[in-house]
């Protein structure tokens, strides 16, 4: 019996009707192998991944396959987003024993859920050297029933090694000068000078290397910190990884050159692409990046967007094709003959301006729509109305698959994308927008004691436990949301969410900080990752938002944990600067202060109080934060104490124990926090 048809992955939904009999993570699965006496398959993806579609049409729609499996194991099915925790953990194993990972993740395990062995995509038939999906079930079969000791004595081995693994942390001490310094000249060295962007094929977009690269130019004036994002953030941009006609990023190129993306657009990535690229603006004034943040902020809330206020977690790189087919990059590629059929006699505009060829970009002769640097001058207006009737007509293609499971983490991300995007552009549906998703992780995601679920779908909270970047992440976007909006609310639920980190995640000896907290689920490991990943880790994300948190209110305890949290980065940033890019930003914060800025003012509408918070707000001093508000007004600790300058809206800057002289002036605001 398959049990999947009652949970809220849509994911695992996708696999309700495979005939495979397919259990999710729960302890009643392990027992019926215990009792059965029979080893366990263990099968980690994702909605919006491409192979793990493939294997499931190949393999787990396969009756004769689904057969032989349930007969000699008892499958389990995880949605790695829902469970990022058991992902970790086999994703280490798995990395561990063959140097690789990836998904689908195909991990074969005890009753007392050690692995012993593991893969990731297996074929129907043998194929470029890997063996076929029944092949390994024949053999794990025969290993189990044949082998038992040696099976046991893998598995053992493998959980042994695993619990032997330790962070190397360098105590309390953060980063400093030297290390930040050491961190630049190696992103240096590995940077793509001629194409933008860091090493070489697959290329994935380095969001938080490059908010490392504009802080540290903010701070100490670097100019090739900023040449090298401002290049890898307008090759990016002009490359088929950006939608040329809906906006919004693609997971990866496929090449060096930010060609041929794979498809899938996931909620995370664009959140931190389009933070970065309003960044970006605010330290360059850069039109190509307003355009691309603001794009990207759409993109979000139009195709993104749910019901309830959230964000759903990702588009599918597959679609049908027309014909039946789903493939990958059908909704999305275009050949000149498609092109000829909707703009006629403006047809060859499009081809030059869009980079297509007869050849194709991509497959079969299609091109995916890129914006190459030309000589020529097009005509905007004209520009304009292609990709509004492109766009029209590609609305009529089958869209891909959304997977509208909300996730806590990466609606925080969201939240403090549009609100400051939101801010910087003077687009008050943007901040209205994060405002909504807030208030639906509040409202849905946390309970009575402010602890977090991982997922919501249809308002409605999963089982899942929040994991530390759940808790970095939202208490992150709810910081930005109190310095954008005023509303010391968002404060007072950061520090709740905080309160969490710094009670159940965080090592009470050395600060180093767990992926789990200690009351979850016992897995054959505690995970702990302070390195990024797609998204910030939930180390340093934690450390950045704790840092925020002491800025605003002073709390020593706050910063301390954020200084030890921030002694990884010592030790990994000027070794792996790529990998552990968000705590190299952080690491900038903390240098810069970070400042504090609290601006009073007679209240809401008033011209000269909102100058000031703008001007607050485009200061590009690292991870500033800002208060405003009334005089004596309690809604954020800055503001106590902060009387007006005579008759007129005051701010106040400062930091490392120091403040300079109120100011009146917008202007005198920002220079103070140009870095």
């Given at each position: 019996?398959n049990?999947?048809a009652?949970v809220?992955?849509?994911y695992?939904?996708q696999?309700?009707?495979?005939?495979?009999d397919?259990?999710p993570?729960?302890p009643a699965a392990?027992?019926?192998a215990?009792?059965?006496?029979v080893p366990v398959?263990?099968?980690?993806?994702?909605?919006?991944?491409?192979?793990?579609?493939?294997?499931a049409h190949e393999?787990?729609e396969?009756q004769?396959t689904?057969?032989f499996l349930?007969e000699?194991?008892?499958?389990?099915?995880?949605d790695?987003?829902?469970?990022?925790?058991i992902?970790a953990?086999?994703?280490?194993?798995?990395?561990a024993?063959?140097?690789?990972?990836?998904?689908?993740?195909t991990v074969?395990?005890t009753?007392?859920?050690?692995?012993?062995?593991?893969?990731?995509y297996f074929?129907?038939?043998p194929?470029?050297?890997?063996?076929s999906?029944r092949q390994?079930?024949?053999g794990?079969?025969?290993?189990?029933?044949d082998r038992?000791?040696?099976?046991a004595?893998?598995?053992?081995?493998?959980?042994?090694?695993l619990?032997?693994?330790?962070?190397s942390?360098?105590?309390?001490r953060?980063?400093?000068?030297?290390?930040l310094?050491?961190a630049?000249?190696?992103?240096?060295?590995?940077?793509d000078?001629?194409?933008?962007?860091f090493g070489g094929a697959?290329k994935f977009?380095?969001?938080m290397?490059?908010e490392?690269?504009?802080?540290?130019?903010?701070?100490?004036?670097?100019?090739?910190a900023?040449?090298?994002?401002?290049d890898t953030?307008e090759?990016?941009a002009?490359?088929g990884?950006?939608?040329q006609?809906g906006?919004?990023f693609?997971?990866?190129s496929?090449?060096?050159?930010?060609v041929v993306?794979?498809?899938e657009?996931?909620?995370y990535?664009?959140?931190?692409?389009?933070?970065?690229?309003a960044?970006l603006?605010?330290?360059?004034?850069?039109?190509?990046?307003r355009?691309?943040a603001?794009e990207?902020?759409?993109?979000?809330v139009r195709?993104?967007g749910?019901?309830e206020?959230?964000?759903?977690?990702?588009?599918?790189?597959?679609s049908?094709?027309?014909t039946g087919r789903?493939?990958?990059?059908?909704?999305?590629v275009?050949?000149p003959?498609?092109?000829?059929d909707?703009?006629g006699?403006d047809?060859?505009?499009?081809?030059?301006?869009?980079g297509?060829?007869e050849?194709?970009?991509?497959?079969?002769?299609?091109?995916v729509?890129q914006?190459?640097q030309?000589d020529v001058?097009?005509?905007?207006?004209k520009v304009?109305?292609?990709?509004?009737?492109?766009l029209?007509?590609?609305?009529?293609r089958p869209?891909p698959?959304?997977?509208?499971?909300v996730?806590a983490a990466?609606n925080?991300?969201?939240?403090?994308?549009?609100a400051?995007?939101?801010?910087?552009?003077?687009?008050?549906?943007?901040?209205?927008a994060a405002v909504g998703?807030a208030?639906?992780?509040?409202?849905?995601?946390?309970?009575?004691?402010?602890?977090?679920a991982?997922?919501?779908?249809d308002?409605?909270?999963g089982a899942?436990a929040g994991v530390?970047e759940d808790y970095g992440?939202?208490?992150?976007?709810f910081l930005a949301?109190a310095?954008?909006?005023g509303?010391?609310v968002w404060?007072?639920?950061?520090?709740?969410l905080?309160?969490?980190?710094?009670?159940?995640?965080?090592?009470?000896?050395t600060?180093a900080l767990?992926d789990?907290a200690?009351?979850?689920?016992?897995?054959?490991?505690?995970?702990?990752?302070p390195?990024?990943?797609a998204?910030?880790s939930?180390?340093?994300?934690a450390a950045?938002a704790?840092?925020g948190y002491?800025a605003h209110?002073?709390?020593e305890?706050?910063?301390?944990?954020?200084?030890?949290?921030l002694g990884v980065?010592r030790?990994l940033g000027?070794?792996?600067?790529?990998?552990?890019?968000?705590?190299?930003a952080v690491?900038e914060?903390?240098l810069?202060?970070p400042r504090?800025?609290a601006?009073?003012?007679p209240g809401?509408?008033?011209?000269?109080?909102a100058?000031l918070?703008?001007?607050?707000?485009l200061?590009?001093?690292?991870?500033?934060?800002v208060?405003?508000?009334?005089?004596?007004s309690?809604?954020?600790p800055l503001?106590?104490g902060?009387p007006?300058?005579?008759?007129?809206?005051?701010?106040y800057?400062c930091?490392?124990?120091?403040?300079?002289?109120?100011?009146?002036d917008p202007?005198?605001?920002?220079?103070?926090?140009?870095g």
């Open positions: 019996m049990r999947l009652g809220t992955s849509p695992l939904l696999h309700a009707d495979n005939p495979v397919w259990w993570w729960e392990f027992e019926e215990r009792r059965r006496d398959l263990l099968s980690v993806g994702y909605s919006a991944c491409h192979w793990c579609h493939v294997m393999s787990f396969d004769a689904a057969d349930n000699h194991f008892v499958a389990v099915k995880v790695r987003e829902e469970r990022p925790d992902d953990v086999y994703m280490e194993a798995v990395q024993a063959t140097g690789q990972g990836g998904w689908p993740m074969f395990l009753p007392d859920a050690e692995p012993f062995y593991f893969g990731t074929p129907p038939a194929r470029h050297g890997m063996p999906f390994v079930l024949e794990v079969r025969g290993a189990w029933a038992r000791d040696e099976v004595e893998v598995a053992g081995k493998i959980v042994h090694d619990a032997e693994r330790e962070i942390h360098q105590g309390d953060p980063p400093g000068e030297q290390e310094g050491q630049l000249l190696g992103l240096t060295r590995e940077y000078a001629q194409r933008g962007g697959p977009p380095p969001s290397t490059v490392f690269l504009l802080r540290h130019h903010a701070r100490t004036g670097s100019e090739g900023l040449q090298m994002a401002a953030c090759r990016m002009r490359g990884l950006y939608d006609l906006g919004g693609a997971r990866y496929v090449d060096r050159d930010w993306p794979h498809f657009k996931m909620l990535d664009n959140a931190l692409l389009c933070r970065v690229y960044h603006w605010r330290a360059t004034g850069s039109e190509l990046a355009r691309v603001l990207t902020a759409d993109f979000m195709e993104l749910t019901g206020g959230g964000f759903a977690s990702a588009l599918d790189a597959d049908d094709d027309g789903h493939v990958e990059g059908a909704y999305y275009w050949t003959a498609q092109l000829d909707v703009l006699a047809a060859d505009l499009a081809v030059r301006y869009f297509v060829t050849a194709g970009t991509f497959e079969h002769g299609q091109s729509l914006l190459p030309q001058v097009f005509d905007a207006e304009e109305s292609v990709k509004r009737r492109l029209a007509k590609r609305a009529e869209a698959g959304r997977d509208d499971k996730v990466w925080g991300l969201a939240v403090a994308a549009l400051e995007t939101g801010a910087f552009f003077d687009r008050p549906d943007l901040v209205e998703a208030d639906l992780l509040v409202r849905v995601h946390l309970d009575d004691h402010a602890r977090i991982r997922t919501s779908r308002g409605q909270a899942n530390l992440d939202v208490a992150e976007g949301l310095s954008v909006t509303e010391g404060l007072e639920f950061a520090g709740l905080l309160g969490h980190v710094l009670d159940r995640f965080a090592d009470a000896e600060g767990y789990t200690s009351d979850a689920e016992k897995l054959i490991r505690r995970p702990q990752d390195t990024d990943n998204t910030p939930g180390w340093t994300a950045g704790l840092l002491a209110t002073g709390s305890p706050h910063r301390a944990a954020a200084e030890r949290a980065v030790t000027p070794r792996v600067p790529r990998f552990i890019g968000w705590g190299l690491a914060a903390l810069d202060g504090e800025v601006i009073v003012g809401q509408g008033d011209g000269r109080t100058a918070h703008r001007a607050a707000l200061g590009v001093a690292p991870g500033a934060v208060a405003v508000g009334t005089p004596g309690e809604e954020f503001l106590a902060r007006l300058v005579g008759d007129r809206p005051a701010a800057v930091r490392h124990f120091t403040c300079d002289a109120p100011t009146t202007e005198l605001l920002k220079a103070a926090l140009q």
